[in-house]
């Protein structure tokens, strides 16, 4: 081993966190013949083509410098009009949103601005694997909240107030929620922002599946009484608009804070690609149809799984939005882990072993339903052939 292969030259904080469980059964599947994936979290749809023909003419017009640091601002008036006219939330496209590389570079930059040394960061458990350790990259402690399958694994406003403590800065809320598909909705909203207002914390509202709710109209976090003004909305691209390859998210929130965000997104990324910025403008202009055409297929898809589940006695109820479902795998005896690798390894189906996402996730996977239909079909005999031989 070399000196600077030695462990005393790395972080500490990298040091501790552990790799990616997502990740890693993609790697192992991704090796094997013959596998079915329902584990990323990716749209199975290409970029639709009216999107990738606006970043062609883009490169052939010679668009190919640096955009404004917040990236190009007739961008970001498409997303100021998107977000007042699809969640009446209302934002200057001049100081208020930022154009990120991905949503997830967003989430970065919101806990770099406003997290000091030390102060809590409350986490929603299950949740998305990036959070807890984003937090603890940028000198945080993400305190988790666990919720139950007994509520839907919604949060509920006395859990909040349960873990808040003095060092308490801010909370991360995703609906729908990555894994479980939970979405918040009227009065869970309201009794949730009744106590963020109480002890005066930010929220991070990941909003990245809003477009992909299926029965109830999506409210946005921000648009709650009171709450634009402490909001940070994180959404972008990648899964409504079938772009996850082109790493294009933004930002919305208070002026302050989106010019400290923007500092720091100056000194580490300059902008986000240009390419990808006119794409991504015509997906706002042009792809309401494309949008809902891909959200009606998901929606068969996932009445068929959920059914399909359930019928050979995983019980999964039915998320209202994002495109995974979360069934219970407790009937079988084996832990979230097992059951993932022994299906992958017996019947060549790809899951996500629930505990990736937190404590309260283990006893279940995560399966995601954004592939065919005959794909779903194949993986689901196969699944229950698993089922019935343990």
């Not at 005393?8 to 596998?35: H, W």
């Not at 919604?154 to 939970?182: D, F, V």
């Not at 477009?211 to 909305?233: D, G, H, N, P, Q």
């Amino acid at each position: 081993m070399s000196r600077l292969e030695r462990k005393t030259y790395l972080s500490e904080k990298v040091e501790q966190l552990e790799p990616s469980g997502i990740r890693r059964f993609f790697d192992l599947a991704s090796s094997m013949e013959n596998v079915i994936s329902l584990g990323v979290g990716e749209p199975d749809f290409v970029t639709p083509w009216s999107f990738i023909e606006a970043s062609y003419h883009s490169l052939e017009q010679g668009y190919t410098a640096y955009t404004a640091n917040a990236g190009m601002i007739e961008l970001r008036h498409s997303i100021s009009q998107y977000l007042e006219e699809s969640y009446n939330v209302t934002y200057d496209p001049e100081n208020e949103i930022i154009v990120t590389v991905g949503a997830s570079q967003a989430i970065d930059l919101a806990l770099r601005a406003i997290v000091n040394p030390g102060e809590e960061v409350i986490v929603v458990d299950p949740s998305f694997v990036s959070y807890a350790p984003a937090v603890s990259l940028n000198g945080g402690v993400p305190i988790k909240i666990q919720t139950t399958a007994e509520f839907d694994f919604k949060l509920q406003p006395e859990q909040i107030e349960q873990a808040i403590t003095p060092r308490t800065k801010a909370i991360i809320l995703c609906s729908p929620n990555n894994p479980t598909g939970t979405v918040l909705e009227g009065e869970e909203l309201n009794q949730i922002a009744s106590v963020i207002e109480k002890h005066d914390l930010i929220v991070l509202s990941d909003e990245i599946y809003a477009e992909l709710t299926y029965e109830e109209e999506y409210t946005s976090f921000a648009s709650v009484e009171k709450m634009e003004e402490r909001t940070i909305l994180i959404s972008g691209f990648s899964k409504a608009f079938a772009m996850t390859g082109w790493r294009l998210g933004f930002a919305a929130g208070p002026p302050g804070i989106m010019e400290a965000m923007l500092k720091i997104h100056q000194y580490t990324m300059m902008c986000a690609p240009t390419m990808a910025q006119f794409a991504a403008l015509e997906a706002l202009k042009n792809g309401k149809k494309n949008v809902n055409d891909m959200k009606k297929s998901y929606e068969q898809r996932r009445n068929y799984v959920v059914n399909a589940l359930n019928e050979m006695g995983l019980t999964c109820s039915l998320p209202g939005g994002a495109f995974y479902v979360f069934p219970s795998i407790k009937r079988t005896g084996l832990s979230s882990g097992a059951f993932a690798e022994q299906l992958l390894q017996q019947e060549r189906v790809a899951v996500v072993p629930g505990d990736v996402f937190g404590e309260s996730g283990e006893g279940h996977i995560r399966c995601s339903y954004a592939t065919s239909i005959k794909q779903l079909e194949e993986a689901m005999l196969r699944i229950n052939r698993f089922v019935e031989s343990i």
